[in-house]
């Protein structure tokens, strides 16, 4: 057993016996871990509200490998993102965020890549004036972190070039297909313009600090939400969660897809690695 000092975030919070929680955070040092925090719902707890979703804190906590559930001793807040609580609109769009980094990183596989983009994701919610674009560009750079990036620049079937050509995009095989291949498919394909291919370039170059200054409007923006909003969900294994309610039951995945497929050899779905454009 060591004990182990770093920054994180809180991704959930569950109640657990009398005054307990177990927290799921994604950290620096051990990326995905989850820990229980001892006497945490009691009025005098030690750890405040600091335990809350979306919290950025440094973390120390008593690692135990061979139980899977760390023993959480000190937490210290850096930002407690209490702005993000104050908006239906944010709350949904955090709740989007930390529900997606949960859903595609494996426990204990750390990647500095995945949590400054949370970070930065985050800190960039609480100043933007449309949450919505803002967390689809932000799930479209965590499942490029996390070795799920769409297949927009050839075909994600044959591995066929694209000209300059309007296509479907294929949530179950990860990218776009061909006329051919899109033909002889039995997959739940949706449409994907030009348009929205190039934005989908655009918005895995750009930083997420700097995703306000990226827009999309009309046709472009329903297509590029329909397609991430279907693959993402694709990948973790379940719908994200919804605007109304929050705490709603996801739907389930119309694929037929398991989450064990998915997180198995990630891209298991897909039958490649990772898909790069």
Avoid at 14 to 30: C, P
């Amino acid at each position: 057993m060591a004990l182990v000092t770093t920054n994180a975030v809180v991704l959930k919070s569950m109640r657990w016996g009398e005054a307990d929680r177990i927290l799921t955070f994604f950290s620096l040092q051990l990326g995905k871990v989850r820990g229980i925090a001892r006497g945490a719902r009691r009025m005098k707890s030690r750890f405040g509200g600091m335990l809350e979703p979306f919290s950025s804190i440094n973390l120390t906590l008593f690692d135990k490998r061979n139980d899977g559930l760390a023993s959480v001793s000190q937490v210290d807040s850096l930002e407690s993102f209490s702005p993000l609580r104050e908006s239906l609109d944010r709350i949904w769009a955090a709740a989007r965020m930390v529900a997606l980094v949960d859903g595609v990183t494996a426990d204990r596989d750390p990647s500095s890549a995945i949590f400054h983009t949370l970070l930065d994701g985050l800190r960039s919610l609480v100043r933007t004036d449309d949450p919505g674009l803002l967390t689809l560009i932000f799930q479209i750079h965590i499942l490029s972190q996390s070795g799920f990036q769409p297949q927009i620049d050839r075909c994600a079937s044959c591995g066929q070039d694209f000209g300059e050509q309007s296509s479907r995009f294929s949530p179950s095989a990860g990218g776009r297909l061909c006329g051919s291949c899109d033909r002889g498919s039995w997959d739940y394909c949706l449409p994907m313009s030009q348009g929205s291919t190039g934005f989908l370039r655009q918005a895995r170059r750009i930083p997420i600090a700097r995703a306000t200054r990226l827009k999309a409007t009309g046709q472009v923006r329903k297509e590029v939400e329909a397609i991430v909003e279907t693959y993402a969900s694709a990948v973790v294994g379940k719908r994200l969660p919804a605007k109304e309610p929050l705490a709603a039951e996801p739907e389930p995945v119309p694929y037929g897809f398991a989450r064990k497929d998915v997180m198995e050899g990630r891209g298991a779905i897909h039958g490649h690695g990772n898909h790069s454009a």
